[in-house]
């Protein structure tokens, strides 16, 4: 434990020595991290020099990336967010960026540091507002003298989770949502609203059909969202959003939006964006708008982030939702559970450590014995889970 005090003592030293020389200014936020923030942490008995302990996160401004992800047994402990001295450490934005990723990974800390401040977030807790989130926050100065709240960071306190039992000490771990169980909550809230509306403005359409449109509706709009995040297609629904209330509101939004989905339907050659008779139906209360909001989260607290988000999480959260269906009771219309859907459409999502299994086993074998491009192409591979059209 002295020796450790020692490497944070020698890192306050050599912080206030480039303070005193007038320093501080010159830094970049690389050269923050080299010699300050990562020795910090490794001080800490973090190994910062190896990638499956201390993983350097894809970082892309646009797209709200943290900087470096902290791994035990090939789990994320917490995300660190790190800026550089003459950065405003307490701007709401970096706050919300270390928030937003790690609350999207299903992890709940996430760190923000200059070295001359560190501040601790539960990122999990999506009712309390930013101050709330705030586990703790130390300046450099008293990094020794609250040294217990400093090691809760440390490798070793981490394997144990401490930070975990402190937070619950101090009330910072209440309403933990994780965000597997939030966005299935949020999606099905999109599929009743849709359903609701458009069975209600379209009586004549069959039950059977409204279902069919709800689901290729609301497929589209994830898609787009996911779509959004990942980069793969520029910001498209809320500019059109805001073309369609621009123009007047004058047909449901949906309308608005078919020359995009037939542009898409060319782009992506599937029946996701091929014509569909929903496109033509009624639909008053904006429930469209309203789904597409939900979409991006709750302002103010969360923000869904799927570029983020492991694939594990969507896929469980689409499993449960494609397992519903609609059914007729005598209040109306309503969702309900139906296994026999389940079974028959093979609604089942592979985790992805079971996909690692199988590529390995049964491609594995196959792609050693190829030695060119021409050998390659000669592979098919069939799955025998894909119901034929």
């Known amino acids: 434990m002295s020796e450790i005090k020692k490497l944070i003592q020698d890192l306050i030293d050599k ?17 923050t991290k080299k010699d300050f923030i990562l020795p910090l942490f ?26 470096y992800g902290f791994y035990l047994d090939d789990r994320a402990r917490f995300y660190l967010e790190a800026k550089k001295f003459s950065a405003d450490i307490h701007r709401e934005e970096f706050a919300n960026q270390a928030i937003r990723y ?14 001359e401040r560190l501040k601790v977030f539960n990122t999990q807790d999506t009712d309390k507002s930013l101050a709330d989130k705030l586990l703790f926050e130390i300046p450099y100065a008293q990094y020794l003298e609250r040294f217990d709240q400093l090691s809760l960071l440390s490798k070793e306190s981490s394997g144990g989770e401490l930070i ?16 597997t169980a939030l966005l299935y909550k949020d999606i099905q809230k999109c599929r009743d609203l849709l359903t609701e509306n458009l069975a209600s403005s379209n009586s004549e359409v069959d039950k ?7 689901q290729r509706l609301l497929d589209r ?88 988000m492991p694939a594990d999480v969507l896929g469980t959260v689409y499993e449960s ?12 219309l309503t969702l309900s559970e139906d296994a026999k859907k389940r079974k028959e459409q093979g609604i089942y999502y592979t985790p992805h450590f079971i996909v690692d299994y199988i590529v390995k086993n049964a491609l594995g074998p196959v792609l050693d014995k190829c030695k060119t491009i021409n050998d390659l192409k000669k592979i098919k591979v069939l799955d025998p889970a894909v119901k034929p059209h």
Do not use: C
Request: no cysteine; glycine share 8%; aromatic share 12%.
């Open 15 to 31: 912080y206030e020595a480039a303070k005193s020389a007038g320093r501080l200014k010159l830094y970049t936020e690389e050269e």
């Open 42 to 67: 490794e001080a800490l008995g973090w190994n910062v020099r190896d990638k499956k302990e201390v993983s350097a996160e894809e970082h892309i401004i646009s797209s709200g990336r943290v900087d």
């Open 102 to 115: 790690s609350w999207n990974k299903g992890v709940t800390w996430a760190v923000l540091t200059n070295f």
């Open 164 to 179: 975990n039992k402190y937070a619950e000490e101090h009330g910072k771990k209440l309403q933990k949502i994780s965000v």
């Open 208 to 214: 059977d059909l409204i279902d069919e449109g709800v």
């Open 221 to 308: 709009l994830i898609f787009l969202r996911v779509a959004e995040d990942r980069g793969i297609e520029p910001p498209t629904l809320i500019p059109l959003m805001r073309q369609w209330e621009s123009g007047g509101r004058k047909a449901p939004l949906y309308q608005s939006m078919i020359e995009k989905f037939r542009e898409l339907d060319t782009v992506y050659n599937s029946n996701l964006f091929s014509p569909h008779p929903f496109e033509k139906w009624e639909e008053y209360s904006g429930a469209t708008e309203e789904v597409i909001q939900i979409l991006y989260g709750k302002q103010g607290y969360y923000e869904y982030d799927f570029k983020a």
């Open 321 to 332: 939702y494609l397992s519903h269906r609609l059914a007729k009771s005598r209040k109306g």
